[in-house]
Nanobody, 122 residues
Framework: QVQLVESGGGLVQAGGSLRLSCAAS????????MGWFRQAPGKEREFVAA???????YYADSVKGRFTMSRDNVRNTVSLQMNSLKPEDTAAYYC????????????????WGQGTQVTVSS
């Protein structure tokens, strides 16, 4: 059974940092592109960052320069280091896996974690 399990969310003040982790029980983990998405109440799920199976990392413009995604193909994990957090970063954050080459579209992801809440206070 495939599982993606996120951890590391919490409450932080604006300007602070958090590190999210995602452990994936995926066979052949390295063939998947891995993504982070977020969803705030009343809003659609939006792309945050993705690491393609070719090792290239992409970021949404809103987080570029503040967030860093990393991947460990030995431990089958991905991480999202979030610095200089803003109140508008408040959302539930989800880890996801896809074999599609289109890593920005949530509808093309095959597997999702349960999400971890990030709350940034002003």
């Amino acid at each position: 059974q495939v599982q993606l399990v996120e951890s590391g969310g919490g409450l932080v003040q604006a300007g602070g940092s958090l590190r999210l982790s995602c452990a994936a029980s995926l066979r052949m983990f390295r063939i998947y592109s891995m993504g982070w998405f977020r969803q705030a109440p009343g809003k659609e799920r939006e792309f945050v960052a993705a690491n393609s199976r070719n090792g290239v990392t992409y970021y949404a413009d809103s987080v570029k320069g503040r967030f860093t995604m990393s991947r460990d193909n030995v431990r089958n994990t991905v991480s999202l280091q979030m610095n200089s957090l803003k109140p508008e970063d408040t959302a539930a954050y989800y880890c996801a896996a896809t074999t599609s080459g289109n890593w920005a579209r949530p509808g093309l992801y095959d597997y999702w974690g349960q999400g971890t809440q990030v709350t940034v206070s002003s």
